[in-house]
């Protein structure tokens, strides 16, 4: 499996290809987490999803036929970030997981996932009856999920409504022409989304959650907290030497080729100028809110910090 090329205005993908493999990534390392001795999470659709698509590595590690560790082929120089995956993710996926919990048994009855890739939680969450939930991906990501989902004979636990649309297209459109309603509240997720976003597409993104957003609606979402600018070489050569291990198990994916490095607005301020009441919690914290100790330290990482963020509307918030 290649994928070198760099992000481009207009570059296409699908679940085995660019940034839309990292979607796949992501469902295996929640495979893992739903495998680990006290699971954080139960997701049983995603090793099958990540199964579908193909990728060998992926499927090796999403079905257990191989641990993260095995990646890590430099015994003179151990892989210490190995033994943060499976865990990172659970605590992430449970996350998003209580957000929109918590926003529906309060009363919001929609919610749009952001990029929702392999996301399975329009089938394995316990949505309050009469919730909508909304899924927004390229469209051929939503027709492989939609698809392999039926086939598994998985039904959705709430109404779900699959809006297969580009994100740099009128995908506001789109979702209203679903059936979305901008004058009720509306718990919105954007997870693992910013970092693969321009900084200005990032601004752009929130300013519209913000417009479609009626008062009282709900924000999850996460970034990096850091000097990113003065970090962005150690930040590359990180990455670069995290692919050069994958490569050597024959995924070949240069992580730096994805993501859009330099200076950005953080999202929490950003979203607390534009009406927002913003809580944050950094990642070190909510892993031991889990229960689980610090992260292993990686050799070399770059010093920036992951926080999550959730946001609500103020109430007395309007357009001009």
């Known amino acids: 499996m290649t994928s070198k090329s760099a992000r481009h205005d207009g570059d296409t993908w699908d679940l085995a290809s660019s940034v839309g493999v990292t979607a796949t990534m992501v469902a295996a390392g929640r ?155 509306t718990a919105w997720s954007a997870e693992g989304l910013l970092g693969y976003l321009p900084p200005e597409a990032q601004d752009r993104l929130l300013d519209t959650i913000t417009e479609l957003s009626a008062p009282g609606s709900r924000l999850a979402t996460e970034s990096m907290r850091g000097n990113e600018l003065a970090n962005e070489e150690q930040l590359k050569q990180h990455m670069q030497k995290t692919s050069e291990r994958w490569r050597a198990h024959g995924f070949d994916l240069d992580m730096s080729n994805l993501i859009y490095l330099g200076e950005r607005n953080e999202a929490a301020a950003y979203l607390a100028e534009r009406g927002w009441q913003v809580d944050t919690v950094p990642l070190p914290e909510l892993r031991a809110a889990n229960g689980l100790g610090p992260a292993v330290e990686e050799e070399d990482a770059p010093k920036v910090e992951m926080v999550y963020i959730t946001g609500t509307l103020d109430p007395n918030h309007s357009e001009n």
């Open 31 to 185: 495979a893992m987490a739903t495998r680990a001795e006290n699971p954080l999470i139960e997701d049983p659709f995603a090793e099958p999803l990540v199964q579908a698509v193909g990728v060998d590595l992926l499927t090796r590690l999403a079905t257990g036929q191989m641990t993260v560790a095995e990646l890590d082929n430099d015994p003179q120089r151990p892989f210490a970030g190995v033994a943060n995956v499976a865990e990172n993710m659970a605590v992430r996926t449970k996350f998003f997981d209580e957000f929109f919990l918590t926003a529906t048994e309060a009363g919001i009855q929609q919610a749009v996932i952001l990029a929702s890739g392999l996301d399975a939680r329009a089938y394995r969450l316990p949505w309050p009856t009469g919730t909508v939930v909304y899924e927004i991906d390229q469209p051929q990501v939503i027709e492989f999920k939609s698809r392999t989902l039926a086939e598994l004979g998985a039904t959705p636990s709430a109404a779900r409504f699959a809006v297969a649309v580009d994100l740099r297209d009128d995908w506001p459109t789109a979702l209203r022409e679903a059936g979305f309603d901008s004058d009720k509240p």
